[in-house]
Every structure is written in structure tokens, then in C-alpha cells.
T-cell receptor
Framework: NAGVTQTPKFQVLKTGQSMTLQCAQDMNHNSMYWYRQDPGMGLRLIYY???????DKGEVPNGYNVSRLNKREFSLRLESAAPSQTSVYFC?????????????FGEGSRLTVL | AQKITQTQPGMFVQEKEAVTLDCTYD???????LFWYKQPSSGEMIFLIY??????QNATEGRYSLNFQKARKSANLVISASQLGDSAMYFCAMRENNAGNMLTFGGGTRLMVKP
């Protein structure tokens, strides 16, 4: 059972470089989310996708773009990385109408921007 | 404005005692869900308990219970009989069902269980 898979797990970038974080889920979930977690802090919502074909900004969308490629995949792109984007990024998915609609999380992607 | 507020950055509890972690929320959506997650030092997010806004009874799940006070907009987590393995970060979260299922987290509470 793969659940939610994020790649890469670790990445070091230089300021100004671009990269894409990939996320895929195999649970047939409708909704997918990208969060960032800075050291000692909570998760802040970057973007989310309630269903295939829709995306919405969360609390901290600046500097990021997303693509809901299909029902399974939801990618997060940093066009021009900045040191302030150094963080751990979590992808998550859920079916809100299911029993509890709990979020299922990936293992996280640790990004360092120098 | 913060949607989810956890006012206790850190808490200590003696092993085998009960502890309450506070969470207040802010929404105008009549349909919402409240969640608690545990994050141990290893970093994974572990789902603990869920409360729907229309649920009449407080949710319980083993040693975890959720003290849901809708009028006060609070959803406190109660952990009974604390164990050393309960030491972790705890996050409260809310999903607003009529806002595209937007799901936001509070800043967390670090719980430390003393032997």
C-alpha cells in the first residue's frame, strides 16, 4: 500500500533555481493539499485541489504554483527558489465525504535553498 | 485572522495522568470537521480523532477524546493515562466543507510526558 508518495525526499537548491515537487496518491481521493512546515511550527497550507481540475490558494501561496495533473497527481513548483522557502513540504490527500475524511500524508520533502 | 489557535506551545504531563490540549477555531461555515494529528520526532503525521460539526456526541478513540464545545468554538483533545510514547507535537486542524474543503492547521502544542 503506497498511499501518498512524494518525490524527491531531499533537495538542495541555489537561490533562483526552479524545481517541482511531485505527489501521487493511489487511494482514489478527490482532494489533495500541499503544506509547508518550518522548524518548530505548524503546517501552513500552500495550495489545495478540492477535485480534479480545480486548484485554490491556501494561506501562503506566494512563490509557488501547482498543477492537478489528474486525479492521482498534484505537483508543486517553485519557479525561483528563495531561502525563505527552506522548509519541509508535505503532500496530503483525502475523500472529504468518506467516514472521517481524514488527511493521509506523504513522508515529506525536505528542501534547502542556499 | 487565525482559523485555528492552539495557545499552549508546550506542556508537561506526568506519566499515567490525563492532559487536555486546547484548540479554538474560527469559521462561518456551518459544515466543518475538526481533526487532531500527532507528529512524533520522526516527522510523520498520525491521525488521532475527528469531530464533525453536526455530531451530537463528543468523539472518542481509545485514550483520546475530543471535548467539543460548539458555541465556544473549541475542540480540546483529552489524552487519558499518558504514556511516554505520547511525547510529540499535536496539531488541531479544521476542514471547511463549503470552502472547497480547505483544511488548515493550528501552530501545534509540544507535549512532554515525564516518567
Amino acid at each position: 500500500n503506497a498511499g501518498v508518495t512524494q518525490t524527491p525526499k531531499f533537495q538542495v537548491l541555489k537561490t533562483g533555481q526552479s524545481m517541482t515537487l511531485q505527489c501521487a496518491q493511489d487511494m482514489n481521493h478527490n482532494s489533495m493539499y500541499w503544506y509547508r512546515q518550518d522548524p518548530g511550527m505548524g503546517l501552513r497550507l500552500i495550495y489545495y485541489s478540492a477535485s480534479e481540475g480545480t486548484t485554490d490558494k491556501g494561506e501562503v501561496p506566494n512563490g509557488y504554483n501547482v498543477s492537478r495533473l489528474n486525479k492521482r497527481e498534484f505537483s508543486l513548483r517553485l519557479e525561483s527558489a528563495a531561502p525563505s522557502q527552506t522548509s519541509v513540504y508535505f503532500c496530503a490527500s483525502t475523500n472529504p465525504g468518506a467516514n472521517t475524511g481524514e488527511l493521509f500524508f506523504g513522508e515529506g520533502s525536505r528542501l534547502t535553498v542556499l | 485572522a487565525q482559523k485555528i489557535t492552539q495557545t499552549q506551545p508546550g506542556m508537561f504531563v506526568q506519566e499515567k495522568e490525563a492532559v487536555t490540549l486546547d484548540c479554538t477555531y474560527d469559521t462561518s461555515d456551518p459544515s466543518y470537521g475538526l481533526f487532531w494529528y500527532k507528529q512524533p520526532s520522526s516527522g510523520e503525521m498520525i491521525f488521532l480523532i475527528y469531530q464533525g460539526s453536526y455530531d451530537q456526541q463528543n468523539a472518542t478513540e481509545g485514550r483520546y477524546s475530543l471535548n467539543f464545545q460548539k458555541a465556544r468554538k473549541s475542540a480540546n483533545l483529552v489524552i487519558s493515562a499518558s504514556q511516554l510514547g505520547d511525547s510529540a507535537m499535536y496539531f488541531c486542524a479544521m476542514r471547511e466543507n463549503n470552502a472547497g474543503n480547505m483544511l488548515t492547521f493550528g501552530g501545534g502544542t509540544r507535549l512532554m510526558v515525564k516518567p
